[in-house]
T-cell receptor, first 111, second 112 residues
Framework: GQSLEQPSEVTAVEGAIVQINCTYQ??????LSWYQQHDGGAPTFLSY????GLEETGRFSSFLSRSDSYGYLLLQELQMKDSASYFC????????????FGTGTRLTVIP | DAGVIQSPRHEVTEMGQEVTLRCKPI?????LFWYRQTMMRGLELLIY????????DSGMPEDRFSAKMPNASFSTLKIQPSEPRDSAVYFC??????????FGQGTRLTVV
């Protein structure tokens, strides 16, 4: 089977930087994705890492280390609208692909 | 494209009734996923299709659950008979590149 671990909750101040970590144990690992979900909404894609290193998309960056089975999502210049749940998800390849989600980290941005 | 479309948005049914959830994926996407989300268990992958063929249904909780994809533009998830513990938000998602999944707005199912 597979497992993903993320912190359940994080609180940060508006304008600050926050890092959300994700560790995984899987077989047939292909890549790591990050999704954002606001209350009552659907998950939306943020970022994907197929190779080790940092991927930057505006205020959001994501990092992957395959050797450590570890990744993180970095949110800079936090805004109130960033308050949401953030999920890491592993993309697996075991003959075909599926997308397995972690339990999510609830980020609360405070003034 | 209008994105992934799910119907109904909300469903309230009595225990024992059959429930059918519907999904129209984004045109051209080869992958379709059904997820269930609850507070206790998070986002669970139930089943996914590639080119209309079910690839992995190991997440389907019981025989009461079944999913079909008769063509590239339509999929259903059926629960028969439904039970209160099936209450959850059910999401359908589609992907064209195996990396980015686009989710529908979900169906909130309440079984009383």
């Amino acid at each position: 089977g597979q497992s993903l671990e993320q912190p359940s909750e994080v609180t940060a101040v508006e304008g600050a930087i926050v890092q959300i970590n994700c560790t995984y144990q899987t077989s047939g690992f292909y890549g790591l994705s990050w999704y954002q979900q606001h209350d009552g909404g659907a998950p939306t894609f943020l970022s994907y890492n197929g190779l080790d290193g940092l991927e930057e998309t505006g205020r959001f960056s994501s990092f992957l280390s395959r050797s450590d089975s570890y990744g993180y999502l970095l949110l800079q210049e936090l805004q109130m609208k960033d308050s949401a749940s953030y999920f890491c998800a592993v993309l697996l390849q075991t003959g075909a692909n599926n997308l397995f989600f972690g339990t999510g980290t609830r980020l609360t941005v405070i003034p | 494209d209008a994105g992934v479309i799910q119907s109904p948005r909300h469903e309230v049914t009595e225990m024992g009734q059959e429930v059918t959830l519907r999904c129209k994926p984004i045109s051209g996407h080869d992958y379709l996923f059904w997820y269930r989300q609850t507070m206790m268990r998070g986002l669970e992958l139930l089943i996914y299709f590639n080119n209309n063929v079910p690839i992995d249904d190991s997440g389907m909780p019981e025989d009461r659950f079944s999913a079909k994809m008769p063509n590239a533009s339509f999929s259903t998830l059926k629960i028969q008979p439904s039970e209160p513990r099936d209450s959850a938000v059910y999401f359908c998602a589609s992907s064209g590149d195996r990396v980015t999944a686009f989710f529908g707005q979900g169906t909130r199912l309440t079984v009383v």
